[in-house]
């Protein structure tokens, strides 16, 4: 079993930054791929990046190419999204998730485990 914890959300103004980290505890890390999903209100879950166990291979979803970077400390057993140049739409509770295999993916129904979420609030 593995257990996610995300910090760091919370309010900011368009154009302004954040940075989300996800502590997991439990299982062994380096195996997982990592993902990022977010859920505004009314709306579907929704992919936003994932890595590989080693961190070698990110993606992103387009909407924040560009303007997101996650990365992975495999050694803290941590995930952090950096989020720049935060738009009004970002506005969602963030989730991050993880996959067994290794491989990272965009789909919510392929992690295994997940975090409890944390608001990112974006007013313009």
């Known amino acids: 079993q593995v257990q996610l914890v995300e910090s760091g959300g919370g309010s900011v103004q368009a154009g302004g930054s954040q940075r989300l980290s996800c502590a997991a505890s439990?299982?062994?890390?380096?195996?997982?791929?990592m993902g990022w999903f977010r859920q505004a209100p009314g709306k579907e879950r929704e992919f936003v990046a994932a890595?590989?166990?080693?961190?070698?291979?990110?993606f992103y979803t387009d909407s924040v190419k560009g303007r997101f970077t996650a990365s992975r400390d495999n050694a803290k057993k941590t995930v952090y999204l950096q989020m720049n140049n935060l738009k009004p739409e970002d506005t969602a509770v963030y989730y991050c998730?993880?996959?067994?295999?290794?491989?990272?993916?965009?789909?919510?129904?392929?992690?295994?485990?997940w975090g409890q979420g944390t608001q990112v609030t974006v007013s313009s």
């Open positions: 998730a993880a996959k067994t295999g290794g491989v990272g993916s965009r789909w919510p129904y392929d992690y295994d485990y």
């Open positions: 439990g299982g062994t890390f380096s195996t997982y791929a």
């Open positions: 890595s590989w166990r080693s961190g070698s291979t990110i």
